[in-house]
């Protein structure tokens, strides 16, 4: 009895792995929306203390539907990325524009997350660059007395 209690489980269990595995051998939606970005890395690159920290990603749907982009997430809150909340149609271009807190002193290197309905639904962006010191907060240097 207990050998055909161990064999029916074991049968159950491969007959759920292989229903199991089934199900994951769908292929990809050919025709799926495809982002390509121009760039997936903007460098700053030394820039003042409280400067224009506004930067844009360009991008362009290649795939054959209808981009839709569902939410993009910076790294930390002083990266806040904003981006198209309507799809972009196939073959036409827009951008993922990304303000960086530039009170910060110092380099910096800060990623965005874009997830979209594209056939890669997750996509990496990084911007990094460094912050000058803030001029009015250096001590002024001062010429000895004679010279």
């Known amino acids: ?3 055909a209690i161990l064999t029916l489980s074991i049968a ?3 007959a759920i792995g292989a229903f199991a595995q089934d199900n994951s051998t769908t292929p990809a939606n ?3 929306p495809e982002i390509s970005f121009e760039s997936d890395v903007i460098d700053y690159g030394t820039i003042e203390h409280n400067a224009d920290g506004n930067r ?4 362009k ?4 539907e209808p981009l839709i982009i569902t939410n993009c997430q910076g790294s930390c809150g002083c990266t806040v990325p904003t981006w198209p909340k309507e799809p972009i149609r196939p073959g036409a271009s827009a951008t993922i524009d990304v303000k960086y807190a530039t009170d910060r002193v110092g380099s910096f290197e800060k990623t965005i997350t874009v997830t ?3 056939k890669t639904a997750s996509k990496i962006l990084r ?3 460094v912050v000058k010191p803030d001029p009015s907060s250096t001590p002024a240097t ?3 007395a004679g010279h």
């Open 56 to 59: 844009q990603f360009k991008f």
């Open 1 to 3: 009895m207990k050998k």
């Open 30 to 32: 050919p025709n799926a």
């Open 127 to 129: 911007i990094k660059g």
């Open 116 to 118: 979209s309905n594209a």
């Open 142 to 144: 001062t010429t000895p």
């Open 12 to 14: 159950f269990v491969a």
């Open 61 to 64: 749907n290649t795939g054959k």
